[in-house]
């Protein structure tokens, strides 16, 4: 095989969603879980709808309080207070908008309370007394808000821990329910629905003249406003208070004591990064020793999946050191981040890079890996990347482990079945921190590619977008939702001609082990619920949660793929299904220069790669040693319809003998397995930890006898000098 050049490079260097679903794009169809979230930005009818009634009632209000007008006044200013409830009920992500150009829920409740003031004291029949008591009162209201928000703020910080714990019984902690939401968390909120009675009553003072309809609607918003106050106030009572700081990391310190980890998985990254760390949960479960997961960011402690593997987040720097005084050996990184380098500060932990996916991008060679003790990668593709990318790694530091993660990926079994659907996984990578062309196919050849699968009555595809696609750039994103609306229309037409479907029984089984599997992986929280609670339910795993898990997943797999025809095009994001297993579904994948590609091939089945670098066909190839075995489509995909054929055709592929011989180069011999492999790389570099450790000791054991040694001459040498004091003469004539 040739050695990798990196024309790639040179090119490059000249040029310069949470958790989703599967969603069957047929019309009317849903999958009994959750949608991949849409972007947190309202649609622009949305957009300009509600605050356009806003800003109407607001003046509405206004107008009725300034002319005077009776009904007009009334009108607008309860068509604000119901815009606003439903906005913070029903649109949060516009009502966060509108907070992002500062007209928050606050603001605009205090607008529409001065408004109902001006009104009052400008429509006859409210003495100026009973103006007084009601203003009074209003600010009253206000008082007991802002008192009730800076008590909320000392039970947040009460309850805001040094440490965040999954999969360990933290109950040491003193951990207790959390108080609602509402009090605690939602100030704007709370405001908002305890002015509701205050508002009614001072609406109902304005139409009938009666002050007591203000100060009854004024006093119940008081009573709340207190009681709210004084319950809230109860968090702080001993009987309720967690732990302080000091005795957090005390107990972080003796449970590490008790616990005694080996190896660590660190991670630290964005809400879209965690399928870096996700990917590596089972490898991490299956080695010897005491495995831990360790976080830097709060929120991700519920990012990474179901794992019987304890997680411990420490979000501080000066606390990520209590690691250094644990039995820690090695800690694994799977992704670099600004972060990894306060942890390899650490010198008694070895450090190693295993990478979330290897390929033949820049990323792969990453400068920043010469920053750890050990490179560990997949095979000899990978040691060569670093040799010729010549960025500081030393060859003695690169250690090839295979991908343990890839285990589930089966074998090439042939050509698909004759008659039966050519199943097609389109799974593009993502665009990128750059704008080189060459990051992904998405942009100039995806719609190109689908339209050509989509053309060919055999063939069923399945389309998977990277979890960060269009992240970076909108084109990716607007290819995107083409490609699923060509998707969408297809199978409408397939839908309209008779064809074998599924039953209802089906679609009850996905159901059925779609809650047995969310029971197992997933905790329902109440919707008070904050990050104290969450450790308080998410303590120590039952034993054997790992396999029931692994077997739930099987049978959830088996089951979504029953619950559609055959002949249907499926758009997949989301962890469910797994990427691996869609590589089990196709015949074929058709992707980019991206790890996918080498994880792929460990099945040793076609695939295609599509070159949108510029590059000539020659060059590509030269440049990117994981598309050597594979069918190279340019971005108008005229080439598709003749890869088609050739995986149909048992004789058409002349590329079998190309994938298995790269399939060893990019990862590794096949024997012994993987997991073997990683597994004694890990015992190594915490043979080498405890080597060092030993050094250490020994060195401080010398260091201390020397004092002690010079400290004894040194006495020695005093004694010498001064003479005793015995009282005799001869001590005194010396």
């Not at 380098?341 to 990478?355: D, E, G, T, W, Y």
């Not at 996916?357 to 040691?383: I, M, T």
């Amino acid at each position: 095989m040739k050695s990798p050049s990196f024309t790639a490079v040179r090119f490059f260097r000249t040029t310069s969603r949470r958790r989703g679903a599967a969603v069957s794009p047929r019309s009317g169809r849903r999958l009994p879980f959750p949608r991949r979230t849409p972007p947190a930005v309202p649609s622009q009818r949305r957009a300009l709808s509600v605050p356009v009634l806003l800003l109407a009632a607001f003046l509405a209000q206004l107008a009725g309080a300034l002319l005077p007008v009776l009904p007009l006044f009334v009108a607008g200013s309860a068509a604000g207070l119901v815009l606003d409830l439903y906005l913070v009920r029903r649109q949060p992500r516009l009502a966060s908008w509108l907070a992002r150009v500062r007209f928050d829920v606050t603001a605009r409740q205090l607008l529409r309370d001065m408004l109902i003031v001006v009104g009052l004291v400008r429509i006859p029949g409210v003495g100026p007394a009973a103006e007084q008591a009601l203003a009074l009162a209003l600010l009253g209201g206000y008082f007991l808000h802002f008192c009730c928000q800076a008590v909320a703020l000392l039970v947040r910080r009460t309850r805001t821990l040094p440490v965040v714990t999954r999969n360990i019984d933290a109950s040491a902690l003193r951990l207790c329910p959390a108080p609602p939401r509402l009090l605690a968390r939602q100030p704007s909120r709370r405001l908002l629905h305890f002015s509701v009675p205050a508002t009614a009553g001072l609406l109902a003072t304005a139409a009938s003249a009666d002050a007591l309809w203000g100060l009854a609607g004024l006093g119940a918003m008081l009573v709340v406003s207190l009681a709210g106050t004084v319950w809230l106030a109860t968090w702080l009572l001993p009987g309720r208070r967690p732990a302080n700081e000091q005795q957090a990391l005390e107990w972080l310190d003796g449970w590490l004591a008790e616990y005694r980890p080996t190896v660590a998985m660190y991670f630290s990254g964005g809400t879209a990064s965690a399928y870096q760390a996700n990917m590596w949960l089972t490898t991490l479960a299956a080695l010897d020793g005491r495995p831990l997961i360790v976080l830097r960011e709060r929120f991700m402690v519920q990012r990474i999946d179901a794992t019987d593997v304890p997680v411990v987040c420490v979000p501080k720097v000066a606390h990520l050191m209590h690691l250094e005084r644990s039995s820690l050996k090695v800690m694994l990184h799977p992704a670099n981040s600004g972060k990894t380098s306060q942890v390899l500060r650490i010198p008694s932990i070895k450090h190693a890079f295993i990478n979330h996916g290897e390929s033949d991008k820049l990323s792969s060679c990453n400068p920043y890996a010469k920053a750890y003790d050990e490179v560990w990668v997949a095979g000899p593709a990978a040691r060569e990347r670093y040799q010729l990318a010549d960025i500081g790694v030393d060859d003695r530091d690169v250690v090839e482990v295979g991908r343990p993660q890839l285990a589930p990926i089966r074998p090439y079994a042939g050509p698909p079945a004759a008659g039966g659907p050519t199943t097609v996984l389109y799974a593009p990578t993502w665009e990128g921190w750059t704008d080189d062309p060459g990051n992904t196919s998405i942009i100039l050849a995806g719609e190109n590619i689908v339209r050509a699968l989509l053309a060919d009555p055999g063939v069923r595809l399945l389309y998977k977008p990277h979890p960060m696609t269009g992240s970076v750039d909108p084109r990716a994103a607007a290819a995107d939702e083409r490609i699923r609306r060509l998707i969408a229309e297809a199978n409408a037409r397939r839908s309209a001609a008779p064809g074998p479907r599924p039953g209802p029984e089906a679609a009850a089984e996905l159901a059925r082990r779609t809650a047995e599997l969310d029971e197992l992986t997933t905790t329902a929280f109440r919707a008070s619920a904050d990050e104290m609670e969450r450790m308080l339910l998410q303590s120590a795993p039952e034993g054997g949660r790992a396999a029931a898990v692994a077997a739930a997943t099987a049978a959830w797999e088996e089951a979504y793929w029953a619950a559609f025809p055959a002949w249907e095009h499926l758009v997949i994001t989301g962890p469910r299904p797994a990427l691996y297993a869609c590589f089990n579904r196709a015949d074929l994948l058709i992707s980019d220069v991206s790890s996918v590609v080498s994880d792929w091939l460990s099945s040793e089945k076609p695939y295609a790669v599509t070159n949108t670098t510029g590059l000539p066909e020659e060059e590509f190839r030269a440049g990117y040693p994981t598309v050597r075995a594979a069918v190279i489509l340019t971005p108008d995909a005229a080439g598709v319809p003749g890869l088609l054929e050739s995986v149909r055709d048992p004789g058409g592929d002349g590329l079998a003998a190309a994938r298995a011989e790269l399939k060893a180069h990019l990862l590794g011999p096949a024997e012994p397995p993987s997991i073997v492999r990683f597994d004694r790389a890990v015992l190594a570099l915490c043979a080498e930890a405890d080597a060092r450790r030993a050094r250490m000791e020994a060195a401080a054991v010398r260091e201390t006898r020397e004092e002690q040694t010079d400290r004894v001459l040194a006495e020695e040498r005093g004694r010498e000098r001064t003479p005793e004091a015995d009282g005799s003469e001869d001590a005194v004539t010396a």
